[in-house]
């Protein structure tokens, strides 16, 4: 695996062959052998990297435990804002 971008504490991007893959960092638990040891989950593959964003920005309402609307748009603002972040790293820009 050449490519990994660890967005969060949660969330990383890696690559196969022909795409990006957005994946779901977790540990293992009490039933494990190695427990507490840590492996990505894959979420989907991805041709682009807004694909790949587009996916996170999902799987990051998804997995959020937001429970009104307000809540909703204030956890879409802060993810959109990280990816705004990264897009502008992809760019060159500072």
């Not at 507490?36 to 990051?60: A, P, R, T, W």
């Not at 959020?64 to 879409?76: A, F, G, Q, R």
């Amino acid at each position: 695996m050449a490519l990994f971008i660890k967005l969060n504490n949660d969330f990383v991007i890696t690559s196969s062959p022909f795409a990006l893959v957005l994946c779901l960092a977790k540990e293992k638990g009490k039933e494990s052998k190695n427990v507490g040891e840590q492996y990505l989950e894959k979420i989907g593959e991805y041709s682009s990297l807004e694909g790949v964003l587009n996916g996170y920005l999902f799987y990051s309402i998804i997995k959020s435990d937001c429970s009104d609307v307000k809540e909703l748009k204030e956890l879409i603002k802060e993810v959109k804002a990280e990816i705004k972040e990264l897009s502008n790293i992809e760019k060159g820009d500072k």
